[in-house]
């Protein structure tokens, strides 16, 4: 059943964020307009950040006729004013470029805030233009850590506005089709899933000290992020993703796509029990032929994640930077265990199912319009039919910043290979979890790793209560949740909002 925007704020999950609609709390931007009624009006968009996904924001914005670009925003100037000239070429009609996304907000002509930032910025830019009542696209990961999750469905609830997460996957009709095949019994009863980021990662570069480019306002950059002064990445932009100050990693880059995926086969909607990572940064130092090589990113390129939940069942996540053999015909994908057989997702397009004696027996094809989803209900009012919500932009983000967690805390615990087995063989779990780590040792061996030299770290296996989604009886763990922020780059916390 369809509901309001009013009915969703009166069937609001979260207490907290009713406690702080009731609090008196004035957001510091002015109400949006009523939502726009008039078939031939266009709603007014800003695209903050204009770089390579972003320009899939422009070109999904231009696609669609309801909507008008009206502003630009990116702390490098250079990108907006390229993404403006593209515009300005297709429609006759240049947008208004700001650096300062707030610069915009008070505009009654604005209706949609599309966020294709860095990942340390995702959850302030949708706080921000929800309380300003805009309606907030927000791309994967929703958020940088568990706590903006959080704030993102308060801010949802409590100013009553559409939030969409960028996990285009769930709008393309191979991937509908599919969860509906398997959730009615097509490959059995599914007590474990797998997600996978088999995606080759070269080495960003030597960890070194660097210039920030010219056209970059590096304090609005790096917003809610401490200012690290000079950079230590090479290449400024996209590098980021692997320095956990800005990025996840892959396993909170692509991996969002297929633990949302993962999780929708298994049919959880909560956090899981407990969490346990192995992995580390890996290859690198055989890839240049320097044992003394150091690559700027301090994120993992090698992760294998195992997720248990309450019910019983298991998601494992497999990252792999290096080069890799597919699984069951998937590299950067999902398979779905069945009591009956097993489901792949191998493209964001295409699933295939199989029998026990992995005999194809079904095809699932077909794409979708994510961005087409969201203005849908913007014009609807229709929160419930967003395809993928701030709740479940969360969950799936979640599974990423928990699995980091895990591997963080364990990254210096170095163990041998014969270690690594005798601790993954108590893990619980559905997986054949010593497979699943062979299969892992037996690619990084290939890929020339000496894993005497340079073993594996063993993360720090946690306790997760699904209903508060915290760790349990673990200080560090649950100071992770969060992070420090700047100044008048604060994401708030639910009663705060």
Known sequence: MNLSRRRFIEDALFSAAAAAAASGFVAPFARAQEKKTSPNEKLGVMIVGCGGRGG?????YLGDDRVQILYLCDPDRDHAANRAKIIEDKTGRRPKIVADMREALDDPALDVVSCATVNHWHALCGVWAMQAGKHAYIEKPICHNIHEGKALIACAQKYGVMCQVGSQCRSNKALKDAFEYANTGGIGEIKLTRGLCYKRRKSIGALGKYTVPDAVDYNLWSGPAPIVDPPTRPNFHYDWHWQRLYGNGDLGNQGPHQTDIARTFLGVDEFPASVISYGGRLGYQAERKDPNYVDAGDTANTEVSIYNYADG?????????LETPDYRGAKIGVVAHGSEGYLVQIQYDYCAAFDKDMKMVKEFRGGGNHFRNFIDCVLNDDYASLNADARCGHLSAGLSHIGN?????????????DEARKIVADIPGNDDNLDTLNRTLEHLVANGVDLDKYPISMGRALKIDPKTESFVDDKEAQAMETREYRGEFVVPTIDKI
């Open 405 to 417: 967690i895990s591997y963080y805390l364990g990254e210096e615990n170095k163990v041998s290979p």
């Open 313 to 321: 069942k298991t998601l494992v996540f497999e990252t792999r930077g």
């Open 56 to 60: 899939d924001h422009v070109n999904g």
